[in-house]
């Protein structure tokens, strides 16, 4: 982390929420004492079901670069699938971690150098009471398990402020089953 500054890139199809679950965790960083935070949602002619991507950084001071994330810390990916289209991983530094809504395990993708983290996000925010292919705010709960950067209760407050009057209820239990239900893998060298 170059300049004590964690770089998160999030991966998504158009429609899911990537830019949604960014700030979420954003304004839960703030709150947990993180005075330097920059998001930086990347668009162009996305639609729905293309892949997208946004790039937050956090920091316990200001922040002033604002530019896209090239190197990040950490990458997550709110559908396993864009794996087969996108080079998520591409520029992740030594010792990074990568999040993946999967129904695998972590020993099923290999980012040289890398932690992977996974759960059945889409199960898991069906069970929760979602719609189908809403994955956002459990991807929220991968996240807090896996970087350990910002607890459950700031998280679940960010979800209930950004879903007031929309089922934060049902958000705030996806990210909570999330949390609970998400494998950490090992480092990986090879």
């Known amino acids: 982390m170059k300049d004590d500054i964690i770089r998160i ?5 158009g429609g899911q929420g990537a830019i949604t679950a960014a700030k979420i965790v954003a304004n839960a960083a703030f709150a947990s004492g993180y005075e330097g935070v920059v998001m930086a949602p990347t668009f162009g002619t996305e639609r729905r079901g293309a892949p997208v991507l946004t790039s937050l950084k956090i920091a316990k001071k200001k922040i002033y670069d604002l530019s896209p994330i090239t190197r990040p810390d950490m990458v997550i990916v709110l559908d396993h699938l864009l794996l087969d289209e996108v080079d998520v991983a591409s520029g992740a530094v030594p ?4 999040i993946i809504n999967s129904p695998l395990g972590p020993d099923a993708y290999c980012f040289k150098g890398a932690r ?4 059945d996000v889409t199960s898991i925010s069906e069970a929760a009471g979602l719609p189908s292919g ?19 209760e700031p998280l679940s407050l960010a979800i209930e402020k950004e879903f007031a009057g929309k089922h934060p209820e049902k958000n705030i239990n996806a ?4 949390y609970d239900q998400t ?8």
């Open 9 to 13: 890139r999030w991966h998504g199809r």
């Open 95 to 98: 010792g990074g971690l990568v």
């Open 116 to 119: 992977t983290a996974t759960a």
């Open 134 to 152: 809403i994955v956002n705010t459990g991807i929220i709960g991968a996240f807090a398990r896996a970087s350990g950067l910002i607890g459950m």
């Open 175 to 178: 990210a909570l089953r999330t």
């Open 183 to 190: 494998i950490v893998g090992d480092l990986l060298n090879g």
